[in-house]
């Protein structure tokens, strides 16, 4: 895949700019910023913005938009910034029929806005509106990450028997781990046990912290780039 992206990046140099190279650039951008490179990353991923913009790549916008603010500006820039705009690319992809990134632009939000410490019961309801959005757009993979996370912020909230884990009113995480391995992707693997790593720690379950953290490390590959990482 990487190659795939380089090869873009030398045709675009040669050739000149089309509005897809924004994709190559991004995505170089998030490959840089997940090997270390932050500073040249944030560039490429600003580069990839102000081709979309000067292109007029309204098609284009959910895409780049979602790449740039959950990959690249948080390691550069507070992740409270990046959340206005991921509500611009989730109705750009609305607007545009790009559904699929709009939904992720959707997950986005509440991924990010947990992680810079977003005020939890005024997300809950927006990551509820957001997934019933998301189910009514048939956008099941999506809308079972923000489900994650948003049990998550119910168990943080008190609305959960069982505070360390992730059952209750969104998720059953026990059904999703009893999936073969096949059937569950990475991420979304990643995703429960970071989940169950912070709530285990601060409800002084110390010893089971320590297990998920041992579980989340096989899959942290999955999310380089994002916010879970730092």
């Not at 998030?30 to 580069?47: K, N, P, R, V, W």
């Not at 938009?65 to 992809?93: C, D, N």
């Not at 360390?164 to 009893?178: A, P, T």
């Not at 169950?196 to 297990?211: C, D, M, P, R, T």
């Amino acid at each position: 895949f990487p190659l795939l992206v380089f090869r873009m990046i030398t045709l675009s140099i040669a050739s000149g700019n089309l509005a897809l190279s924004a994709q190559a650039y991004v995505t170089y951008g998030i490959i840089l910023c997940g090997s270390g490179d932050i500073e040249a990353g944030y560039q490429f991923g600003t580069l990839a913005t102000r081709l979309i913009e000067k292109m007029n790549a309204r098609h284009l916008k959910a895409s780049v938009t979602y790449m740039v603010q959950t990959f690249i500006r948080h390691w550069q820039e507070h992740s409270r910034k990046t959340l206005p705009l991921l509500l611009e690319g989730y109705s750009a992809g609305l607007e545009t029929g790009d559904i699929l990134f709009g939904a992720f632009n959707a997950q986005g939000y509440g991924f990010q806005a947990y992680w810079s410490g977003v005020e939890l019961t005024g997300l809950e309801h927006e990551m509820t509106k957001h997934s019933k959005a998301m189910r009514q757009l048939k956008q099941e993979q999506v809308f079972n990450i923000n489900e994650i996370y948003r049990q998550f912020v119910h168990n943080l909230l008190g609305r959960s028997a069982h505070p360390c884990r992730l059952v209750g009113e969104c998720c059953d995480e026990e059904k999703i781990l009893s999936l073969h391995p096949q059937a569950n992707s990475a991420n979304t693997l990643c995703f429960i046990y970071s989940c169950k790593l912070v709530l285990s720690y601060l409800f002084h379950e110390y010893h089971q912290a320590i297990a998920q953290a041992i579980e989340e490390e096989k899959y942290l590959d999955s999310l380089r780039g994002t916010a879970v990482i730092p």
